[in-house]
């Protein structure tokens, strides 16, 4: 296999973060790269940077396209990533083009390296004898997505591919006016039946529709978010359940807000020492530069309306509303639920759980499906759920427990928003959390929904409804039973 080059971190952020891996008791260093599928990685898993193919062996070099080892003393190729012209040449037929390395030109203006025509060396050779070798290859592909006003990549991971031709055709360059030709080799990749499906091909697909097949409600809020919310349903001629759509949360008659000091940040917050609400947060800031929230935490301090900061501070983030293109789903065995048109970073925000605001002792009267009850405000002292947590936890949502103290609960069944339609997962992709900045009542938190990993386009969004098998039970005392059909590989077969 080709000698990896070493990383510098220097001021990169992701080859520092990588650094801080490798150097981790955790970390299982091997510089073998396998052919075929790489243990852990699903058809369909995205990353954000390189380095992360790189650590778990996706795709071993950092920079270079062909990842490549020896199979009896033969390189052959083991994955390939490809970062432009790849949607111009899958068109959901399941076969890739792929242009072969090396040969560019490089460099700038008076300083051009010219074209050559590439060798059958290296990477380029690797392929061919794949094709000999009839071994499969993996296939990454990058696509430039905007996250908060910026262009970043993210890497797809689209399965095994069998390589089955090479041809070498010319490539024409033009450079300072002259035009130049040269030698490439282009190599034909046919994916391999019986896989996966990938989202973002069939969601770029459905973006290029006029019309959207199976789509029964073109916008469930009817104008009242930012970006509309439509219903789509290909399983029968089911159209979503009526309900009075809102856009923030209706609180109990006679309540009152009470204000929350602010900050006096004249610029977007970003002092952690200087800032008022960072010291609320421990003296950190809860969300990073582009909007994703660091860590889960009991309760959030958001900068609110008595703070000095601009509506683009950074420590305002939930309150912003649904900034990601959401719609609902008929599933094949749980009713509606909830997906995104689009990737959704680890750490984003996607929606709040929205409804009337109740005692819990009300909220017990009512005798609709208890499956529209999110309880609030109970678990900030629970250090089962909170104690030493490195990442995301599961959300709560029981509206059947009891509590020693007064609590709140969220109804959902007649009056709410998209949250009401997200089902749970015993391996959910968000979590919820609690957040303030419009009112200083902890014990009436917003619930707010972040992504717990990077979730591609059409996955469904799940969260852990947080119940206890054995400790729910109706208004006899009866133990009440709930099957749960998540279909996680960790699903414990039963919600309640």
Request: aromatic residues 8%; hydrophobic residues 30%.
């Amino acid at each position: 296999m080709e000698s990896l080059p070493k990383l510098k971190a220097g001021n990169r952020i992701d080859l520092t973060a990588s650094e801080v891996v490798k150097g981790s008791s955790d970390y299982v260093k091997s510089d073998d790269d396998v052919v075929g599928h790489v243990q852990g990685v699903e058809v369909g898993d995205e990353f954000r940077y390189r380095v992360e193919l790189h650590l778990i062996g996706l795709h071993r070099p950092p920079q270079g396209g062909i990842a490549w080892t020896r199979v009896n003393g033969v390189p052959v190729a083991t994955s390939i990533v490809t970062s432009g012209g790849y949607f111009d040449d899958m068109d959901g037929s399941g076969v890739l083009n792929y242009t072969g390395s090396g040969g560019q030109p490089t460099g700038k203006k008076g300083h051009v390296t010219l074209p050559q025509d590439q060798q059958l060396v290296r990477g380029n050779l690797a392929l061919k004898n794949s094709i000999d070798l009839k071994t499969p290859v993996r296939v990454i592909y990058g696509q430039n997505i905007s996250e908060t006003g910026r262009s970043v990549m993210a890497f797809t991971y689209d399965g095994l591919y069998m390589v089955e031709e090479l041809r070498e055709v010319p490539e024409k360059y033009k450079i300072g006016g002259t035009e130049y030709t040269a030698k490439v080799f282009k190599f034909k990749l046919v994916r391999l039946p019986g896989q996966p499906e990938v989202g973002l091909l069939i969601a770029n697909n459905s973006k290029k529709s006029e019309v959207r097949e199976g789509l029964c409600v073109a916008d469930i809020s009817q104008g009242q978010e930012k970006m509309p919310i439509c219903a789509i349903n290909t399983v029968d001629d089911e159209k979503p359940p009526e309900f009075n759509y809102i856009t923030s949360m209706i609180y109990p008659a006679g309540y009152e807000k009470t204000v929350a000091s602010g900050c006096e940040c004249t610029g977007r917050c970003s002092s952690s020492k200087k800032c008022a609400c960072a010291l609320k947060n421990g003296g950190e800031m809860p969300f990073n530069f582009s909007g994703a929230i660091v860590q889960a935490k009991p309760l959030i301090f958001e900068c609110g309306p008595a703070c000095r900061c601009p509506p683009s501070c950074y420590n305002r983030v939930s309150q912003r509303g649904i900034r990601i293109p959401l719609e609902i789903f008929k599933t094949e065995t749980r009713g509606w639920g909830v997906r995104s048109l689009s990737s959704i970073p680890s750490g984003s925000f996607v929606c709040e759980y929205l409804g009337e605001l109740l005692k819990d002792e009300e909220a017990e009267k009512r005798k609709h499906n208890d499956a529209y009850l999110f309880d609030i405000g109970h678990n900030y002292d629970d250090a089962a759920l909170w104690e030493g947590l490195a990442g995301f936890v599961a959300g709560t949502k029981s509206g059947s427990e009891a509590s020693e103290s007064e609590g709140f609960t969220i109804d959902a069944a007649e009056m709410g928003n998209v949250g009401r339609f997200i089902n749970h997962s015993c391996s959910p992709n968000l979590y919820a959390q609690n957040v303030l900045f419009d009112h200083n009542d902890r014990e009436m938190p917003h619930v707010m929904f972040f992504a717990a990993e990077n979730i591609p386009p059409l996955q469904e969004l799940t969260y852990h409804y947080n119940y206890t098998i054995g400790q729910v039970r109706d208004s006899q005392g009866n133990e009440k039973v709930k099957e749960c059909y998540c279909g996680s590989s960790e699903c414990q077969g039963r919600l309640y």
